[in-house]
C-alpha cells in the first residue's frame, strides 16, 4: 500500500519560502507521476506542480511559475515543492498526490499539511 506523507508546512509572512516534502513509501515511485495540488478554504483543490519520476518530466500552473520549483530525490523516494515570493493567496492545504499513468494501479493522496500566509 503506497503511503505519501508530506511536511514542512507552517505559518510565514509574505515574501518568504518554505519547502514541502513528499515521503513516498509502500511501492515502486517509479511508475508514478508525483504532483503537490492545494486547496484554500471555500475553494476546490486545484494542480501546483507534477514531476514524471521516470524521466523528470515537470508542470507548472501558471500561477506558480518562477516561484515555486518541484524536485525529487530518487534515493529518499520523496518529492519537494520549493516556494519561494510566498503571497497570502498561496494559504492553503497543500496535498500530495501519485497518480498512475493510464489508471493501470490505484491513485493515492496524502493527508495534508497546512501553508498559511500573512500579509
Known amino acids: 500500500q503506497v503511503q505519501l506523507v508530506e511536511s514542512g508546512g507552517g505559518l510565514v509572512q509574505a515574501g518568504a519560502s518554505l519547502r514541502l516534502s513528499c515521503a513516498f513509501s509502500?511501492?515502486?515511485?517509479?511508475?508514478?507521476?508525483m504532483a503537490w495540488f492545494r486547496q484554500a478554504p471555500g475553494k476546490e483543490r486545484e494542480f501546483v506542480a507534477g514531476i514524471r519520476w521516470r524521466d523528470d518530466m515537470i508542470n507548472y500552473a501558471d500561477f506558480v511559475k518562477g516561484r515555486f520549483t518541484i524536485s525529487k530525490d530518487n534515493v529518499k523516494n520523496a518529492i519537494y515543492l520549493q516556494m519561494n515570493s510566498l503571497k497570502p493567496e498561496d494559504t492553503a492545504v497543500y496535498y500530495c498526490r501519485a497518480e498512475s499513468p493510464g489508471g493501470v494501479l490505484p491513485n493515492y493522496w496524502g493527508n495534508g499539511t497546512q501553508v498559511t500566509v500573512s500579509s
Open positions: 509502500g511501492g515502486d515511485a517509479s511508475t508514478y507521476i
